[in-house]
């Protein structure tokens, strides 16, 4: 699997739009980019993913850059509850293996 | 409701007792992972398993074992050979497919403390 880089730490403010970065520019064709978020003590939560094009769904939006080797997570209207890690992982589809966690970058939302 | 339920939440044991966390799903999964996490660090994995009496090591299996009996079941048992078990764990689920990607699906864990 790709290897991820993402920012340590971050702050946004609440109402504003968060945009969470990440590198990976060793991706290959078939492997996907998701992005999983994990409040203090809890499991993580998986938000999205995507191949190639950009993603929206309930929760936020993926948006890959047209070379894939870099992407941006998008939490439109952050709240409070938004502050959590952010990863952001690279796998292909067929994996059965793990998902591979790196540090993350830690979100805080402030009001 | 379908998850992934794991228990207990905490759990506290003295140095040198095996013991044992469990692991359950109704999402009809395929694959399952258990994971362990340490303070201020991402997730590792410990063992996967695909199939019903299968499993595979992961990055760090040693001091660990898992069974897999059942389809909805994936207990790991932290051994006393495990020289730092102290930690948070994890365990998730995901259904296998020939196409189109998967998300993992994860319980809400269980702290373990080792006196």
């Known amino acids: 699997d790709a290897k991820t880089t993402q920012p340590p730490s971050m702050d946004c403010a609440e109402g504003r739009a968060a945009n969470l970065p990440c590198n990976h520019s060793t991706i290959s064709g078939n492997e996907y980019v998701y992005w999983y978020r994990q409040i203090h003590s809890q499991g993580p939560q998986y938000i999205i993913h995507g191949l190639k094009n950009n993603e929206t769904n309930e929760m936020a939006s993926l948006i890959i850059t047209e070379d894939r080797k870099s992407s941006t997570l998008i939490l439109p209207h952050a709240t409070l509850r938004d502050t959590a890690v952010y990863y952001c992982?690279?796998?292909?589809?067929?994996?059965?293996?793990?998902?591979?966690f790196g540090s993350g970058t830690q979100l805080t939302v402030l009001p | 409701d379908g998850g992934i339920t794991q228990s207990p939440k905490y759990l506290f044991r003295k140095e040198g007792q095996n013991v044992t966390l469990s692991c359950e799903q109704n999402l009809n999964h395929d694959a399952m992972y258990w994971y362990r996490q340490d303070p201020g660090q991402g997730l590792r994995l410990i063992y996967y398993s695909q199939i019903v009496n299968d499993f595979q090591k992961g990055d760090i299996a040693e001091g660990y074992s898992v069974s897999r009996e059942k389809k909805e079941s994936f207990p790991l048992t932290v051994t006393s050979a495990q020289k730092n078990p102290t930690a948070f764990y994890l365990c998730?689920?995901?259904?296998?497919?020939?196409?189109?990607?998967?998300?993992?699906?994860f319980g809400p864990g269980t702290r373990l403390t080792v006196l």
């Open positions: 998730a689920s995901r259904p296998l497919g020939t196409s189109g990607a998967h998300e993992q699906f």
């Open positions: 992982i690279v796998t292909s589809s067929g994996s059965a293996r793990q998902l591979t």
